[in-house]
Protein backbone atom coordinates (compact mmCIF):
# COMPACT_ATOMS: atom_id res chain seq x y z
CA UNK A 1 0.00 0.00 0.00
CA UNK A 2 1.21 3.13 -0.67
CA UNK A 3 -0.45 5.08 2.49
CA UNK A 4 -0.92 4.11 6.10
CA UNK A 5 -3.76 2.34 6.62
CA UNK A 6 -6.56 5.02 8.59
CA UNK A 7 -6.79 4.40 12.56
CA UNK A 8 -10.74 4.44 12.94
CA UNK A 9 -12.98 3.62 15.95
CA UNK A 10 -14.52 0.67 16.04
CA UNK A 11 -17.66 2.38 15.49
CA UNK A 12 -16.41 4.89 12.80
CA UNK A 13 -15.64 1.51 10.69
CA UNK A 14 -18.40 0.33 11.36
CA UNK A 15 -20.37 3.46 10.29
CA UNK A 16 -18.16 3.28 6.94
CA UNK A 17 -18.78 -0.50 6.34
CA UNK A 18 -22.32 0.27 6.49
CA UNK A 19 -22.49 2.97 3.63
CA UNK A 20 -20.34 1.03 1.34
CA UNK A 21 -23.11 -2.00 2.21
CA UNK A 22 -26.07 0.25 1.34
CA UNK A 23 -23.67 1.85 -2.17
CA UNK A 24 -23.89 -2.41 -2.91
CA UNK A 25 -27.21 -2.46 -1.90
CA UNK A 26 -28.92 -0.33 -4.49
CA UNK A 27 -26.45 -1.59 -7.01
CA UNK A 28 -27.03 -4.97 -6.16
CA UNK A 29 -31.07 -4.13 -6.14
CA UNK A 30 -30.94 -2.85 -9.47
CA UNK A 31 -29.99 -6.14 -10.68
CA UNK A 32 -32.09 -8.46 -8.57
CA UNK A 33 -35.57 -6.35 -8.85
CA UNK A 34 -35.34 -7.62 -12.29
CA UNK A 35 -36.02 -11.29 -11.20
CA UNK A 36 -39.45 -10.54 -9.54
CA UNK A 37 -40.76 -8.09 -12.17
CA UNK A 38 -39.25 -9.84 -15.63
CA UNK A 39 -42.60 -10.76 -17.19
CA UNK A 40 -44.58 -6.93 -16.35
CA UNK A 41 -40.93 -5.37 -17.94
CA UNK A 42 -41.04 -7.69 -21.08
CA UNK A 43 -45.46 -7.07 -21.41
CA UNK A 44 -44.58 -3.13 -20.79
CA UNK A 45 -41.80 -3.04 -23.46
CA UNK A 46 -43.65 -5.80 -26.08
CA UNK A 47 -41.12 -8.06 -25.97
CA UNK A 48 -40.08 -11.51 -24.81
CA UNK A 49 -39.43 -12.16 -21.13
CA UNK A 50 -35.68 -13.73 -22.28
CA UNK A 51 -34.75 -10.23 -24.02
CA UNK A 52 -34.75 -8.69 -20.66
CA UNK A 53 -33.18 -11.34 -19.25
CA UNK A 54 -30.54 -10.79 -21.41
CA UNK A 55 -29.73 -7.21 -20.57
CA UNK A 56 -28.84 -9.02 -17.24
CA UNK A 57 -26.04 -10.18 -19.25
CA UNK A 58 -25.64 -7.14 -21.57
CA UNK A 59 -25.06 -5.27 -18.00
CA UNK A 60 -22.84 -7.96 -16.11
CA UNK A 61 -20.14 -7.92 -19.32
CA UNK A 62 -19.80 -4.81 -19.25
CA UNK A 63 -19.17 -4.20 -15.80
CA UNK A 64 -17.16 -7.54 -16.02
CA UNK A 65 -14.69 -5.97 -18.47
CA UNK A 66 -14.74 -2.40 -17.43
CA UNK A 67 -14.12 -3.06 -13.82
CA UNK A 68 -10.18 -3.78 -14.14
CA UNK A 69 -10.06 -1.78 -16.20
CA UNK A 70 -11.09 1.34 -14.30
CA UNK A 71 -8.35 0.05 -11.87
CA UNK A 72 -5.70 0.29 -14.17
CA UNK A 73 -6.23 3.29 -15.91
CA UNK A 74 -7.27 5.50 -12.63
CA UNK A 75 -5.45 4.51 -10.33
CA UNK A 76 -4.35 7.21 -8.20
CA UNK A 77 -7.66 8.35 -8.40
CA UNK A 78 -9.18 9.19 -4.89
CA UNK A 79 -11.54 6.25 -4.30
CA UNK A 80 -13.93 8.26 -2.50
CA UNK A 81 -14.27 10.38 -5.51
CA UNK A 82 -13.92 7.22 -7.99
CA UNK A 83 -17.22 5.77 -5.86
CA UNK A 84 -19.13 9.07 -5.73
CA UNK A 85 -18.93 9.80 -9.19
CA UNK A 86 -20.03 5.60 -10.22
CA UNK A 87 -23.03 6.34 -8.32
CA UNK A 88 -24.05 9.33 -9.95
CA UNK A 89 -23.62 7.95 -13.55
CA UNK A 90 -25.54 4.40 -11.66
CA UNK A 91 -28.38 6.67 -10.57
CA UNK A 92 -28.86 8.35 -14.51
CA UNK A 93 -28.07 4.70 -16.17
CA UNK A 94 -31.54 3.76 -13.38
CA UNK A 95 -33.33 6.81 -14.03
CA UNK A 96 -33.19 6.04 -18.03
CA UNK A 97 -34.01 2.43 -18.09
CA UNK A 98 -36.85 3.25 -15.77
CA UNK A 99 -38.43 5.92 -17.63
CA UNK A 100 -37.66 4.32 -21.03
CA UNK A 101 -40.27 3.96 -23.75
CA UNK A 102 -38.97 1.03 -25.45
CA UNK A 103 -36.44 -1.66 -25.37
CA UNK A 104 -34.31 0.18 -26.84
CA UNK A 105 -34.12 2.89 -24.41
CA UNK A 106 -34.24 0.66 -21.39
CA UNK A 107 -31.31 -1.35 -22.67
CA UNK A 108 -29.31 1.98 -23.48
CA UNK A 109 -30.06 2.79 -19.51
CA UNK A 110 -28.90 -0.43 -18.42
CA UNK A 111 -25.36 0.07 -20.30
CA UNK A 112 -24.72 3.44 -19.13
CA UNK A 113 -25.57 1.81 -15.24
CA UNK A 114 -23.31 -0.55 -16.16
CA UNK A 115 -20.14 2.23 -15.85
CA UNK A 116 -21.20 2.86 -12.49
CA UNK A 117 -21.43 -0.44 -11.21
CA UNK A 118 -17.76 -1.20 -12.44
CA UNK A 119 -16.39 1.78 -10.59
CA UNK A 120 -18.53 0.85 -7.34
CA UNK A 121 -18.69 -2.65 -7.26
CA UNK A 122 -14.74 -4.04 -6.49
CA UNK A 123 -13.69 -0.51 -5.18
CA UNK A 124 -15.98 -0.78 -2.42
CA UNK A 125 -15.37 -4.24 -1.67
CA UNK A 126 -11.64 -3.30 -1.69
CA UNK A 127 -12.35 -0.37 0.55
CA UNK A 128 -14.05 -1.97 3.26
CA UNK A 129 -11.13 -4.05 3.48
CA UNK A 130 -8.09 -1.29 3.17
CA UNK A 131 -9.19 0.59 6.07
CA UNK A 132 -9.82 -2.59 8.24
CA UNK A 133 -6.99 -4.17 10.66
CA UNK A 134 -6.02 -7.39 9.30
CA UNK A 135 -7.57 -9.69 11.79
CA UNK A 136 -11.09 -8.13 10.98
CA UNK A 137 -11.03 -8.33 7.35
CA UNK A 138 -13.21 -10.86 6.61
CA UNK A 139 -15.81 -9.31 9.07
CA UNK A 140 -15.08 -6.07 7.02
CA UNK A 141 -15.66 -8.37 3.74
CA UNK A 142 -19.00 -9.60 5.24
CA UNK A 143 -20.36 -6.38 6.67
CA UNK A 144 -20.05 -4.67 3.14
CA UNK A 145 -20.40 -7.86 1.09
CA UNK A 146 -24.53 -7.91 2.87
CA UNK A 147 -25.40 -5.08 0.43
CA UNK A 148 -25.56 -7.67 -2.54
CA UNK A 149 -27.03 -9.90 0.14
CA UNK A 150 -29.69 -7.31 1.34
CA UNK A 151 -30.15 -6.70 -2.22
CA UNK A 152 -32.34 -10.18 -2.63
CA UNK A 153 -33.69 -10.12 1.17
CA UNK A 154 -34.95 -6.43 0.51
CA UNK A 155 -34.47 -5.44 -2.54
CA UNK A 156 -36.01 -7.77 -4.82
CA UNK A 157 -38.90 -8.83 -2.75
CA UNK A 158 -39.79 -5.49 -1.99
CA UNK A 159 -39.30 -4.07 -5.59
CA UNK A 160 -41.51 -6.89 -6.40
CA UNK A 161 -44.40 -5.97 -3.99
CA UNK A 162 -43.84 -2.50 -5.04
CA UNK A 163 -44.25 -3.07 -8.78
CA UNK A 164 -47.94 -5.36 -7.95
CA UNK A 165 -49.34 -2.40 -6.56
CA UNK A 166 -47.90 0.28 -9.10
CA UNK A 167 -45.50 -0.27 -12.22
CA UNK A 168 -41.83 -1.80 -12.47
CA UNK A 169 -40.92 1.68 -12.85
CA UNK A 170 -41.90 2.77 -9.72
CA UNK A 171 -39.25 0.73 -7.74
CA UNK A 172 -36.11 1.58 -10.03
CA UNK A 173 -37.22 5.17 -9.56
CA UNK A 174 -36.95 5.09 -5.75
CA UNK A 175 -33.25 2.83 -6.34
CA UNK A 176 -32.09 5.66 -8.30
CA UNK A 177 -33.24 8.27 -5.38
CA UNK A 178 -31.90 6.57 -2.90
CA UNK A 179 -28.55 5.88 -4.99
CA UNK A 180 -28.00 9.81 -4.79
CA UNK A 181 -28.45 9.85 -0.72
CA UNK A 182 -26.14 7.47 -0.31
CA UNK A 183 -23.42 8.84 -2.64
CA UNK A 184 -23.82 12.20 -0.59
CA UNK A 185 -23.36 9.90 2.50
CA UNK A 186 -20.31 8.48 1.15
CA UNK A 187 -18.37 11.74 0.43
CA UNK A 188 -18.62 12.84 3.50
CA UNK A 189 -17.96 9.42 5.88
CA UNK A 190 -15.93 7.21 3.14
CA UNK A 191 -12.56 9.16 3.47
CA UNK A 192 -8.95 8.78 3.35
CA UNK A 193 -9.05 5.39 1.65
CA UNK A 194 -5.72 3.95 1.22
CA UNK A 195 -4.74 3.69 -2.76
CA UNK A 196 -2.85 0.40 -3.80
CA UNK A 197 0.51 0.73 -5.81
CA UNK A 198 -0.42 1.55 -9.41
CA UNK A 199 -0.94 -1.97 -11.27
CA UNK A 200 0.22 -1.95 -15.04
CA UNK A 201 -2.44 -4.19 -17.60
CA UNK A 202 0.22 -6.96 -18.17
CA UNK A 203 1.02 -7.41 -14.62
CA UNK A 204 -2.95 -7.50 -14.02
CA UNK A 205 -3.08 -10.81 -15.98
CA UNK A 206 0.01 -12.01 -14.67
CA UNK A 207 -1.18 -13.12 -11.76
CA UNK A 208 -3.42 -15.21 -13.61
CA UNK A 209 -0.88 -17.85 -13.76
CA UNK A 210 -0.59 -18.29 -10.21
CA UNK A 211 -3.52 -21.26 -9.21
CA UNK A 212 -4.58 -19.90 -6.02
CA UNK A 213 -6.20 -17.22 -7.94
CA UNK A 214 -7.42 -18.81 -10.59
CA UNK A 215 -9.21 -21.46 -9.36
CA UNK A 216 -10.88 -19.62 -6.57
CA UNK A 217 -11.87 -16.99 -9.66
CA UNK A 218 -12.99 -19.97 -11.73
CA UNK A 219 -14.81 -20.65 -8.78
CA UNK A 220 -16.51 -17.21 -8.47
CA UNK A 221 -17.83 -17.04 -11.91
CA UNK A 222 -19.33 -21.05 -11.24
CA UNK A 223 -20.79 -20.72 -8.57
CA UNK A 224 -22.40 -16.76 -9.85
CA UNK A 225 -23.41 -18.60 -12.72
CA UNK A 226 -25.45 -21.51 -10.73
CA UNK A 227 -26.74 -18.99 -8.05
CA UNK A 228 -28.21 -16.28 -10.77
CA UNK A 229 -29.58 -19.21 -12.91
CA UNK A 230 -32.02 -19.95 -10.26
CA UNK A 231 -32.68 -16.58 -9.08
CA UNK A 232 -33.30 -14.60 -12.48
CA UNK A 233 -35.55 -17.37 -13.50
CA UNK A 234 -37.32 -17.87 -10.04
CA UNK A 235 -40.56 -17.24 -11.31
CA UNK A 236 -40.07 -20.08 -13.79
CA UNK A 237 -38.35 -22.37 -11.15
CA UNK A 238 -41.18 -21.65 -8.92
CA UNK A 239 -44.27 -21.61 -10.93
CA UNK A 240 -45.49 -18.77 -8.90
CA UNK A 241 -45.54 -15.04 -9.31
CA UNK A 242 -46.61 -11.49 -7.23
CA UNK A 243 -47.04 -11.61 -3.82
CA UNK A 244 -45.89 -14.99 -3.40
CA UNK A 245 -42.95 -15.12 -5.38
CA UNK A 246 -41.98 -12.05 -3.11
CA UNK A 247 -42.62 -13.76 0.04
CA UNK A 248 -40.23 -16.88 -1.55
CA UNK A 249 -37.61 -14.20 -2.60
CA UNK A 250 -37.85 -12.46 0.68
CA UNK A 251 -37.42 -15.89 3.10
CA UNK A 252 -34.41 -16.72 0.79
CA UNK A 253 -32.57 -13.57 1.11
CA UNK A 254 -33.21 -13.24 5.42
CA UNK A 255 -31.74 -16.04 5.34
CA UNK A 256 -29.15 -14.92 3.00
CA UNK A 257 -28.40 -12.37 5.90
CA UNK A 258 -28.13 -14.99 8.36
CA UNK A 259 -25.19 -16.90 6.17
CA UNK A 260 -23.77 -13.76 5.60
CA UNK A 261 -23.46 -12.75 9.05
CA UNK A 262 -22.46 -15.73 10.40
CA UNK A 263 -19.67 -16.63 7.42
CA UNK A 264 -17.26 -13.71 8.55
CA UNK A 265 -16.38 -14.69 11.74
CA UNK A 266 -16.18 -18.43 11.03
CA UNK A 267 -13.61 -17.71 8.01
CA UNK A 268 -11.75 -15.57 10.26
CA UNK A 269 -11.59 -18.59 12.83
CA UNK A 270 -11.89 -21.85 11.03
CA UNK A 271 -10.28 -20.64 8.01
CA UNK A 272 -11.78 -20.18 4.19
CA UNK A 273 -10.97 -23.71 2.94
CA UNK A 274 -13.47 -25.31 6.06
CA UNK A 275 -15.89 -23.11 5.73
CA UNK A 276 -16.30 -22.36 1.86
CA UNK A 277 -16.70 -25.72 1.54
CA UNK A 278 -18.85 -27.03 3.87
CA UNK A 279 -21.80 -23.79 2.83
CA UNK A 280 -20.73 -24.90 -1.17
CA UNK A 281 -22.18 -28.34 -0.61
CA UNK A 282 -25.32 -27.17 1.37
CA UNK A 283 -26.17 -24.91 -1.79
CA UNK A 284 -25.60 -27.95 -3.50
CA UNK A 285 -28.11 -29.72 -1.68
CA UNK A 286 -30.71 -26.89 -1.58
CA UNK A 287 -30.53 -26.84 -5.17
CA UNK A 288 -31.39 -30.36 -6.04
CA UNK A 289 -33.77 -30.10 -3.48
CA UNK A 290 -35.75 -27.12 -5.16
CA UNK A 291 -35.80 -29.31 -8.52
CA UNK A 292 -37.31 -32.21 -6.36
CA UNK A 293 -40.09 -29.97 -4.39
CA UNK A 294 -41.46 -28.41 -7.83
CA UNK A 295 -44.00 -26.08 -7.05
CA UNK A 296 -44.87 -26.99 -3.57
CA UNK A 297 -45.22 -23.57 -1.79
CA UNK A 298 -44.25 -25.59 1.76
CA UNK A 299 -41.20 -27.78 0.08
CA UNK A 300 -39.78 -24.64 -1.87
CA UNK A 301 -39.79 -22.22 1.24
CA UNK A 302 -37.73 -24.87 2.90
CA UNK A 303 -35.10 -25.15 0.39
CA UNK A 304 -35.48 -21.33 0.25
CA UNK A 305 -33.75 -21.23 3.39
CA UNK A 306 -31.37 -23.41 2.91
CA UNK A 307 -30.46 -22.26 -0.18
CA UNK A 308 -30.28 -18.32 1.38
CA UNK A 309 -28.06 -19.18 4.16
CA UNK A 310 -25.77 -21.35 1.91
CA UNK A 311 -25.59 -19.32 -1.23
CA UNK A 312 -24.28 -16.30 0.47
CA UNK A 313 -22.38 -17.42 3.09
CA UNK A 314 -19.85 -19.40 0.73
CA UNK A 315 -18.88 -15.96 -1.60
CA UNK A 316 -16.86 -14.75 1.80
CA UNK A 317 -14.52 -17.99 1.94
CA UNK A 318 -14.17 -17.19 -1.59
CA UNK A 319 -12.92 -13.81 -1.28
CA UNK A 320 -10.69 -14.33 1.81
CA UNK A 321 -8.67 -16.69 0.18
CA UNK A 322 -7.88 -14.46 -2.40
CA UNK A 323 -7.07 -11.77 -0.33
CA UNK A 324 -5.09 -13.76 1.44
CA UNK A 325 -2.84 -15.39 -1.16
CA UNK A 326 -0.60 -12.47 -1.77
CA UNK A 327 -1.52 -8.72 0.45
CA UNK A 328 1.04 -7.39 -2.35
CA UNK A 329 -1.62 -7.97 -4.97
CA UNK A 330 -4.88 -8.41 -2.75
CA UNK A 331 -6.37 -5.39 -4.51
CA UNK A 332 -5.78 -6.93 -8.57
CA UNK A 333 -7.06 -10.20 -7.10
CA UNK A 334 -10.41 -8.76 -5.52
CA UNK A 335 -11.08 -6.70 -8.72
CA UNK A 336 -10.52 -9.79 -10.86
CA UNK A 337 -13.29 -11.11 -8.27
CA UNK A 338 -15.47 -8.80 -9.41
CA UNK A 339 -14.91 -9.37 -13.19
CA UNK A 340 -15.44 -13.20 -12.72
CA UNK A 341 -18.81 -12.68 -10.65
CA UNK A 342 -20.14 -10.32 -13.42
CA UNK A 343 -18.93 -13.14 -16.10
CA UNK A 344 -21.12 -15.86 -14.04
CA UNK A 345 -24.00 -13.97 -13.90
CA UNK A 346 -23.54 -13.04 -17.74
CA UNK A 347 -23.68 -16.48 -18.21
CA UNK A 348 -26.80 -17.28 -16.14
CA UNK A 349 -29.57 -16.09 -18.83
CA UNK A 350 -28.19 -17.59 -21.27
CA UNK A 351 -27.70 -21.24 -20.02
CA UNK A 352 -31.59 -20.50 -18.21
CA UNK A 353 -32.74 -19.76 -21.68
CA UNK A 354 -31.67 -22.69 -23.12
CA UNK A 355 -33.29 -25.18 -20.25
CA UNK A 356 -36.60 -22.95 -20.12
CA UNK A 357 -36.33 -23.99 -24.62
CA UNK A 358 -36.81 -27.83 -23.36
CA UNK A 359 -39.92 -26.89 -21.12
CA UNK A 360 -38.52 -28.40 -18.57
CA UNK A 361 -38.03 -25.43 -15.80
CA UNK A 362 -36.88 -28.72 -13.52
CA UNK A 363 -33.32 -28.51 -15.41
CA UNK A 364 -32.83 -24.71 -14.20
CA UNK A 365 -31.48 -25.56 -10.90
CA UNK A 366 -30.27 -28.95 -11.74
CA UNK A 367 -27.93 -26.94 -13.66
CA UNK A 368 -27.34 -24.41 -10.72
CA UNK A 369 -26.18 -27.25 -8.78
CA UNK A 370 -23.87 -28.75 -11.03
CA UNK A 371 -22.23 -25.58 -11.88
CA UNK A 372 -21.88 -25.50 -8.13
CA UNK A 373 -19.92 -28.46 -7.98
CA UNK A 374 -17.48 -27.85 -10.50
CA UNK A 375 -17.11 -24.96 -8.76
CA UNK A 376 -16.07 -26.10 -5.02
CA UNK A 377 -14.19 -28.38 -6.96
CA UNK A 378 -12.32 -25.80 -8.91
CA UNK A 379 -12.22 -24.21 -5.19
CA UNK A 380 -10.29 -26.93 -3.64
CA UNK A 381 -8.10 -27.80 -6.20
CA UNK A 382 -6.84 -24.32 -5.67
CA UNK A 383 -5.17 -25.36 -1.97
CA UNK A 384 -3.27 -28.45 -3.78
CA UNK A 385 -1.98 -26.61 -6.43
CA UNK A 386 2.43 -26.70 -6.31
CA UNK A 387 3.74 -23.54 -4.57
CA UNK A 388 6.09 -23.68 -7.35
CA UNK A 389 3.72 -22.46 -9.84
CA UNK A 390 2.55 -19.38 -7.76
CA UNK A 391 7.09 -18.46 -7.02
CA UNK A 392 7.05 -18.77 -10.67
CA UNK A 393 4.11 -16.54 -11.22
CA UNK A 394 5.10 -13.68 -8.70
CA UNK A 395 8.99 -13.97 -10.31
CA UNK A 396 7.14 -13.00 -13.75
CA UNK A 397 4.67 -10.74 -12.79
CA UNK A 398 8.11 -8.63 -10.71
CA UNK A 399 10.12 -9.21 -13.98
CA UNK A 400 7.22 -7.67 -15.87
CA UNK A 401 7.62 -4.78 -13.71
CA UNK A 402 10.71 -4.53 -14.66
CA UNK A 403 11.09 -4.63 -18.18
CA UNK A 404 8.36 -2.17 -18.28
CA UNK A 405 10.38 0.43 -15.91
CA UNK A 406 13.12 -0.01 -18.38
Do not use: C, K
Not at 150 to 175: C, D, E, K, N, Y
Not at 201 to 219: E, K, N, S, V, Y
Request: glycine residues 10%; positive net charge; without cysteine.
Amino acid sequence: MTSIEPSYSRAGLAVRWMVLAFALFLIGTNSFIIAGVLPQIARDLRVPATDVGYTITVYSILVAVLAPAVAVLLPRLSRTVLMTAGLAAFAVGVVVAALAPDFAVFTAGRVIASLGGAAVVPTATAAGASITPPARRGQAIAVVGIGFTAASAVGAPLGTAIASVSTWRVPMLGVAALTLVIGAALALVVRRVPLGEPITLTRRFAILRDGRILLPLATTLLVAAGFNLVFIFSSAVTGQTGVVLAVLLLIYGVFGIVGNTVSGPLTDRFGSRRVGTAFMALEIVALAAIAVVGHSVVGLAVAFVVWGVSAFASVIPIQHRLLAVDPRTASVAISWFSTALYVGIAVAPIVGAVALSTGESALIPVGGAILTVLGLAAFLTGYIVRRGHAVTAAQETLAVDAAERV
